[in-house]
C-alpha cells in the first residue's frame, strides 16, 4: 500500500464522525508521519514515553505487557483501520507499561503530541473525533474486562472470534492463548471444542 491510499483510508475513518473540507483534510494530513514497522519490530516498549498515537494503514501490531514472570497479556490486536498507542502516556508524559509489537510488516500513520495540540488549534472539529475515538476504546476496554470476569475461556474465545473475524485468522495460537488469559496447550483443546460444535 502506497501512502496516497492509507491517506484515503484514514480520511474515510475521520468520515464516519467528523465532516472536512478539502483544506481541512489536506492540513490533517500534513501532520501526521509515516511509519513503517518491520514484522516482529517494536514500535514501542515499556519504559518509553508515547510520543504519537498511530493509524494502522496496513499489518497488524499487539499490545501488551509483561507480568512479573516475563509472560505477556495481550491487550489487544489492531489491524487495518484501527488506532494504536498508549493515550495515557501520550496525554501525561509518564513511561509506558505496554509493548507495542508488529505481527506483520505494518504501514501507519501517527500524530505528534505537538501536532495533536496544533490539530485541535486548527480545526477545532477534531476534538470531536478524538473524544468518540477516545470513548470507544474506553467502552471497549471495559467490555473486555467484563468478559475476563464473567466468561470463561470458551466464550471469550468465541467472543473474540464473533467481534474481530478479520484478526483471528491473522494472528498465531500462542498470542491468541495470550490475549484470551489461558496456556497455548490449553488454547489449542478449545479451538478443537468450538471447531466440533
Request: aromatic content about 14%; hydrophobic content about 40%; glycine content about 4%.
Amino acid at each position: 500500500m502506497n501512502f496516497k491510499e492509507s491517506h484515503t483510508l484514514i480520511l474515510n475513518n475521520v468520515a464516519r464522525f467528523i465532516d472536512l473540507t478539502e483544506l481541512e483534510k489536506q492540513k490533517y494530513i500534513s501532520l501526521l508521519a509515516e511509519v513503517k514497522v518491520k514484522k516482529k519490530a517494536y514500535l514501542m516498549q515499556a519504559g518509553e514515553i508515547a510520543q504519537y498515537e498511530y493509524f494502522i494503514a496496513k499489518g497488524c501490531l499487539k499490545v501488551y505487557t509483561l507480568d512479573e514472570d516475563g509472560a505477556p497479556h495481550i491487550s489487544m490486536f489492531a489491524i487495518e483501520d484501527y488506532w494504536t498507542g498508549d493515550m495515557a502516556s501520550f496525554m501525561t508524559k509518564e513511561p509506558t507499561r505496554y509493548f507495542i509489537k508488529a505481527t506483520e510488516d505494518s504501514e501507519l500513520l501517527g500524530i505528534s503530541r505537538s501536532n495533536y495540540g496544533l490539530l485541535f488549534q486548527e480545526i477545532p472539529k477534531f476534538e470531536r473525533f478524538y473524544r468518540i475515538l477516545y470513548q470507544r476504546s474506553l467502552i471497549s476496554y471495559i467490555r473486555r474486562s467484563n468478559h475476563g470476569i464473567s466468561l470463561d475461556a470458551v466464550e471469550r474465545y468465541i467472543a473474540f472470534k464473533k467481534k474481530y473475524p478479520k484478526v483471528v485468522n491473522r494472528i498465531t495460537q500462542k498470542d491468541l492463548a495470550a490475549y484470551i488469559g489461558i496456556t497455548p496447550e490449553f488454547m489449542s483443546k478449545i479451538i478443537s471444542k468450538v471447531n466440533r460444535m
